[in-house]
């Protein structure tokens, strides 16, 4: 038979033996929720990025829908700040080339700011001439590489015009546009 005091000595071991499995349960459920948290991050920025890709995918498909798409290709050159108040194209017969430019530069403007966080988007003209530089900005969800705000992705192999910068503080994917 164990005695009283033997007894009460195994309680108290086995009070500090299910504190130390909580707080290992505690520990390994910690580990488990910031890997959890890291993989909705990643899935949210993949997410900015296929947007991005549609959103640019978007803007080529509307010059090269223009009636005179090759010829009004500088038409559809717009910076990052360029306040846009156009003509709506749907209900004029008279909407000229440069009308519906302006028109498609909007509306598409707008679906980038509706679609992604901060989204901005700005199209320059190539150095050569005969395509667009097209950047699509938003702002990062995550803490994102300190050169992705200065550079856009892809940029240290493409050549982009002087102008064609990705603003402070956003990330852009840049894609070239030939009508």
């Known amino acids: ?8 000595w195994q309680r108290g071991l086995s009070l500090i033996e299910a504190l130390v499995s909580l707080a290992l349960l505690a520990i390994a459920l910690y580990g488990m929720l910031g890997m959890q ?10 997410t900015h990025q296929s947007q991005a890709v549609r959103l640019a ?5 509307r010059i090269k829908a223009h009636p005179d798409a090759p010829a ?3 038409a559809y050159a717009t910076g990052w700040d360029a ?3 156009p003509p709506d194209c749907r209900r004029s ?5 440069a009308a519906l430019a302006q028109w498609d530069i909007a509306r598409w403007k707008q679906a980038v700011a509706d679609a992604l966080p901060g989204g901005q988007g700005a199209a320059f003209e190539a150095p050569g001439g005969g395509r667009l530089t097209v950047l699509v900005a938003w702002r990062a969800t995550a803490p994102a ?6 550079n856009p992705k892809g940029s240290a192999s493409v050549q982009l015009p ?7 503080g956003l990330v852009c994917r840049v894609t070239h546009v030939q009508p």
């Open 162 to 168: 002087t102008d064609a910068r990705c603003p402070p």
């Open 37 to 46: 948290l890291g993989t909705l991050v990643d899935a949210r920025a993949s």
């Open 83 to 85: 306040a846009i108040a």
């Open 1 to 8: 038979m164990l005695s009283a005091r033997c007894r009460a």
């Open 93 to 97: 017969a008279g909407c000229d080339a």
């Open 145 to 150: 590489d300190p050169r992705a705000a200065s």
């Open 72 to 74: 009004s290709l500088p």
């Open 57 to 61: 995918d978007d803007f080529a498909e």
